[in-house]
Nanobody, 115 residues
């Protein structure tokens, strides 16, 4: 049974930082492309950051320079370091793991940026 479990969300003031973690089980993690998506109120789910199994990284333009994605294959975990957070970053953040047509999602975690 595949599980992706996110942690690290919460409420933060504008300009603050959070680090999200997503730990996977039930998959051969180092084969998978992993990433973070988010869905704001009334919006569709969009990719925020993605990292391939070889370490190639892509970011949504609006988070470039503020967010950093990384992975630790020994811990089956992908991270998203989020700095200089803005109110428009408020959303539910989802972890996704993809390999050869197999797509798995976490349950989502709330990030709220507000003063």
């Amino acid at each position: 049974q595949v599980q992706l479990v996110e942690s690290g969300g919460g409420l933060v003031q504008p300009g603050g930082s959070l680090r999200l973690s997503c730990t996977a089980s039930g998959i051969i993690f180092n084969l998978y492309q992993v990433g973070w998506y988010r869905q704001g109120p009334g919006n569709q789910r969009h990719s925020v950051a993605d990292i391939t199994r070889t370490g190639y990284i892509t970011y949504k333009e609006s988070v470039q320079g503020r967010f950093t994605i990384s992975r630790d294959n020994a811990k089956n975990t992908v991270y998203l370091q989020m700095n200089n957070l803005k109110p428009e970053d408020t959303a539910i953040y989802y972890c996704r793991a993809y390999y050869s047509g197999d797509v798995n999602w976490g349950q989502g975690i709330q990030v709220t940026v507000s003063s």
